[in-house]
C-alpha cells in the first residue's frame, strides 16, 4: 500500500505540468504559411519547417508512454493491495491469553472439585489454585495479573496483554469492590475466578473498544485474577 501513496493525482498541479509540458519542449514559435494554415495541413507546414512534424510524433510517443506507465503502475498497486488483503484474511485470529486454559475451564465446571464460595457482599468465586504465600493486609500494595470478561466470556480487559503486572493497594478502593475483596482473601502464588455482581463492579460502566466487549452499567462480570507477590511485604520480610 505504500507504492499506492507513490501516485500523483490525476488532477493535482504537477501531473497538469507533466501533461502541458510538450508546449514548453516544442522549441521556437512556428512560421507557418498562412495558406496552409487555412487549409488545415499542419503536417504538411511542419515538414516546410523542417522540425515540427518530427515534435509532434515524439509528442504522442511520449504520452502514449505516460499513459502506459501510469496505468502499469494503477494495475500493480491494485494487484499488491488485493494480495495484502487476501493474506491479512487468511491469518488465524489472534489468541487472547488467559488465566485459566481449556482443563481449568473443565475443572472449574466440576462443582464438587471446586466448590463456588458466596460472601455476605454477594461475590462469588472460585479457586484455580491456592497459593502458599502471605495474605495482602489492607493498605498494602499487591502486584496482580488478571483477564476481564462479560458473562459470556468475552475479554474487555487483561494485564496479560499488556505484558505488565498491576500493581494498586487493595482495600483502599483503587478497583473495583468485587476485585478488591476478592483478592484480600487470597494468598500469593494462587489463582482464582471471581464472579463479581453489579453492585461490586462498575456503577458507570464501560464504553466498548475495537474487538472489545461494552460493560453496561452496574452489570455482572468476571475477572481471573492471579496474585504475583506483595511488594511492600516482601520488603519487610528481606529486612
Known amino acids: ?6 501516485l500523483l493525482p490525476l488532477g493535482s498541479s504537477f501531473a497538469v505540468k507533466l501533461s502541458n509540458n510538450y508546449e514548453i519542449t516544442r ?6 504559411p498562412a495558406k496552409y494554415m487555412s487549409l488545415g495541413l499542419r503536417a504538411k507546414a511542419s515538414q516546410s519547417v523542417g522540425y515540427g512534424y518530427e515534435d509532434d510524433m515524439a509528442l504522442i510517443k511520449r504520452r502514449d508512454v505516460i499513459g502506459i506507465g501510469l496505468a502499469i503502475t494503477v494495475s500493480a498497486s491494485s ?25 481449568c475451564e473443565k475443572e472449574l465446571e466440576n462443582v464438587m472439585k ?3 464460595i458466596t460472601t455476605v457482599s454477594g461475590l462469588q468465586y472460585k479457586d484455580i489454585k491456592v497459593g502458599s504465600g502471605p495474605t495482602p493486609p489492607v493498605g498494602y500494595q499487591v502486584a496482580a495479573n488478571y483477564v476481564a470478561m462479560v458473562p459470556s466470556g468475552q475479554v474487555f480487559d487483561s494485564s496479560l496483554e499488556k505484558r505488565q503486572v498491576y500493581i494498586f493497594r487493595v482495600g483502599s478502593g483503587q478497583v473495583v469492590k468485587g476485585l478488591d475483596e476478592g483478592i484480600l482473601s487470597m494468598k500469593v502464588g494462587g489463582k482464582r475466578r471471581l464472579y463479581v455482581p ?4 462498575f456503577p458507570k460502566g464501560l464504553t466498548s473498544a475495537p474487538g472489545r466487549p461494552r460493560v453496561a ?6 475477572f481471573d485474577v492471579s496474585l504475583e507477590y506483595i511488594p511492600g511485604l516482601d520488603d519487610e520480610e528481606e529486612e
Open 114 to 116: 471446586v466448590p463456588m
Open 1 to 6: 500500500m505504500a507504492s499506492a501513496s507513490l
Open 198 to 201: 453489579g453492585s461490586l463492579a
Open 79 to 103: 494487484l499488491l493491495i488485493q494480495s495484502l488483503n487476501a493474506k491479512a484474511a487468511g491469518l488465524p485470529p489472534q489468541e487472547i491469553p488467559r488465566l485459566c486454559d481449556e482443563t
Open 27 to 32: 522549441g521556437r514559435p512556428r512560421r507557418v
Open 217 to 222: 452499567a452496574n452489570s455482572p462480570v468476571i
